[in-house]
């Protein structure tokens, strides 16, 4: 699934709020155990706000995607931190992180329970020992009986629509994106359509496969229950120690 048509719409509508929510959780979960000026990588960094809150804080940040487009702005977002274009599932470095953090449903986007084990054998290798992995997931709460109604984003030169579907069968999720942007001053709209795939994982299936990569102390923490944050009521977080 490629961003290309995406990457500067995200960066304005999608990350408006998330990248300090998501700070919040690592506040209180990960950054405590971690050793001053730690190395830690961000995988599908996107367009790299998080990673940039994380530079601030003076830890040494690498940020992964699979996104020219996004790492683009990225870039410019965070130009203390060094990006590399890779994909999550095969990506190697010459280092090994104290923590490696991947969020905003990051892992919903691997579509295939290979693709995901893939994943975590990367990450593992990427780990020193007692490292921290850190994700979340969109909770099967997420996709209730209003979900699938969608959402738009508008201000004055654009305007996002996103109508979400959900197949409880095979879990796939689909956000299908419309985007119309102001060209000119004649009041003419560009119109864009793009699509975001996602696949829902229960929580026993990822444990699983977090353990056939070697993760044996995993502890899920919900973002609603445990962390008491509004917006992350549907969003469950893990933590997978390297050990």
Same mark, same amino acid.
């Given at each position: 699934m490629s961003y290309? #048509?995406?990457?500067k719409y995200y960066d304005r509508y999608w990350t408006k709020d998330a990248p300090a929510l998501f700070e919040m959780a690592l506040n209180r979960l990960v950054l405590p155990l971690l050793p001053e000026k730690a190395d830690i990588l961000d995988l599908c960094c996107g367009t790299g706000q998080l990673s940039a809150r *994380? +530079?601030?804080r003076r830890f040494n940040v690498i940020g992964v995607d699979n996104s020219r487009e996004m790492l683009d702005i990225a870039e410019k977002n965070a130009p203390d931190v060094l990006f590399s274009l890779q994909d999550a599932e095969t990506f190697s470095l010459s280092q090994k992180f104290s923590a490696v953090v991947s969020v905003f449903d990051s892992v919903n986007h691997f579509l295939s329970e290979e693709s995901l084990l893939? *994943? @975590?054998n990367s990450v593992m290798k990427a780990l020193k020992d007692g490292g921290i992995f850190f994700f979340d997931i969109n909770g099967i709460n997420a996709f209730d009986d209003d979900w699938d109604e969608g959402f738009s984003m508008v201000d004055c030169s654009s305007a996002c629509i996103v109508k979400p579907l959900f197949e409880p069968v095979t879990g796939d999720i689909v956000y299908n994106i419309i985007i119309f942007e102001v060209k000119g001053s004649g009041g003419d709209y560009l119109r864009t359509d793009t699509q975001v795939q996602e696949r829902f994982y229960p929580n026993e299936l990822i444990l699983s496969l977090l353990?056939? +990569?070697?993760f044996n102390e995993v502890q899920i923490v919900d973002g609603y229950a445990d962390l008491k944050i #509004?917006? @992350? #009521?549907?969003?469950? @977080? @893990?933590l997978a120690k390297a050990n």
């Open positions: 290309a #048509k995406f990457a *994380l +530079s601030h893939n *994943l @975590f353990r056939e +990569s070697g #509004k917006a @992350f #009521k549907c969003r469950q @977080f @893990f």
